[in-house]
């Protein structure tokens, strides 16, 4: 059930390790071009929400998206055309015009998130990894797979992996 109201498709977006993992010191772990290519075609614009940390792991803006940045910090320094709120609830209202606006971490984000979203777009690794930041276990109460595509390790990726959409139930 969602918690916070909104009239758009509000979807998160991540990508985890068989054991949940999502990153290791404020970085992905493992980089896989096709993931890359699927996260730039989805969000491609739209908005994306993220937490403070997330946004310092880019080297720079995004192209071609709303970036809407989740800080307690006061006077936050970020880069003209980046937005910055103090809550998840103040995100999704800065969004609200936009039909699908993404939600794209970290951890603690996610967390707060996952209640409130529509769909999951999912990439999962094929593989164990250490991490410090983990996403929260998929409920199969509360929601259904609609779509998968496995993906086999090649030249280009080192892994093999999934996409999965899920529909909240």
């Not at 003209?80 to 209202?93: D, F, N, R, W």
């Not at 707060?112 to 094929?126: F, G, M, P, R, Y």
């Amino acid at each position: 059930m969602k918690t916070i109201n909104q009239t758009s498709k509000l979807t998160l977006i991540v990508a985890v390790s068989e054991n949940n993992v999502i990153g290791k010191d404020n970085n992905l772990i493992w980089h896989l071009k096709n993931d890359l290519q699927r996260f730039k075609a989805l969000t491609s614009g739209h908005c994306i929400i993220m937490g403070r940390k997330t946004f310092e792991s880019f080297p720079k803006p995004l192209p071609n998206r709303t970036h809407i940045v989740i800080t307690r910090q006061l006077n936050y320094k970020v880069p003209e055309g980046v937005m910055v709120v103090s809550s998840l609830k103040a995100a999704i209202e800065a969004s609200k015009e936009d039909p699908r606006p993404y939600i794209i971490g970290g951890g603690e984000i996610y967390k707060q998130a996952l209640n409130s979203v529509d769909l999951i777009e999912l990439t999962k690794v094929h593989q164990t990894f250490k991490g410090d930041t983990f996403f929260p276990e998929i409920d199969d109460t509360c929601w259904e797979e609609i779509k998968s595509k496995y993906n086999e390790k090649d030249e280009i990726h080192q892994y093999p992996f999934s996409f999965i959409t899920y529909k909240r139930r």
